[in-house]
């Protein structure tokens, strides 16, 4: 799949985050609750964001390159765990793909939370969560349009650092995971958001299978089929 507006944009950061949430009530409070800054055990400079969905961890592919197998992840109240990766990708096929980590530990918390992988129609308002440079922002957008059969647009682009990010339907649910902006260099000089749908959790041979309509037990139900 070729982006072909001019320029791609990948919302990396390399700058210390200070806590700014803005909030949209029982929603935002639990998507801040679910939603992780991502960052290099080994070269803690970057980072990128991650969403939990049950007891797992869910970011996009060139955040995974950024900050390797083994990670450190931060919520907004401070805490801090490590996780490491369990999914594959393939660089070289020039789609970012959604990537998946798993937390280190005994006892594992379970944070909730939903998939769902019905695209929604062009119009639709929907939600964004990460982890910008100044902290963690929760934005209201809008989808715009599709780029293929995997990736949305929107209205409002990410800001660097929110890249694997999520995007929500009004239920809260993950339908998407950021992958950067588009930006047009003509009048008006719109900036668009490009997410990744959950749809295409396919890396290296796999597809990983969820339920997203019950909410069933995530660990339970991660499947792996070739392809």
């Known amino acids: 799949m070729r982006l072909s507006v001019a320029a791609i944009v990948l919302c990396l950061c390399c700058s210390t985050a200070r806590a700014a949430p803005t909030k949209f009530g029982q929603m935002a409070d639990d998507l801040e ?10 070269s803690p400079g970057g980072h990128g964001s991650a969403t939990f969905i049950r007891k797992l961890l869910i970011t996009i592919e060139h955040v995974a390159v950024m900050v390797g197998e083994k990670v450190q992840f931060t919520h907004t109240n401070g805490v801090t765990g490590y996780a490491e990766q369990i999914s594959t990708y393939d660089t070289k096929d020039g789609i970012d793909s959604p990537v998946i980590y798993v937390p280190v530990g005994k006892d594992l918390l379970d944070y909730g939370g939903r998939i769902n992988e019905v ?8 939600y964004t969560a990460g982890f910008a440079k100044d902290g963690f922002l929760i934005s ?17 682009a990410p800001f660097p650092g929110q890249s694997g990010s999520g995007l929500f339907n009004a239920d809260g649910e993950l339908i998407a995971v950021c992958h950067g902006y588009q930006w047009q260099d003509y009048p008006p000089y719109p900036r668009r958001g490009l997410w990744v749908t959950i749809g295409s959790l396919e890396t290296a041979g796999r597809t990983l299978e969820m339920n997203p309509s019950s909410g069933a037990e995530m660990l339970g139900s991660l499947q792996y089929t070739s392809v």
Not at 33 to 42: D, H, M, N, Y
């Open 119 to 126: 695209k929604p129609d062009s119009g639709t308002n929907v």
């Open 33 to 42: 609750r679910r939603t992780v800054k991502l960052t290099s055990i080994k």
């Open 140 to 156: 209201r957008t809008r989808i715009t349009g599709y780029f293929g059969e995997n990736v949305y647009t929107t209205t409002v």
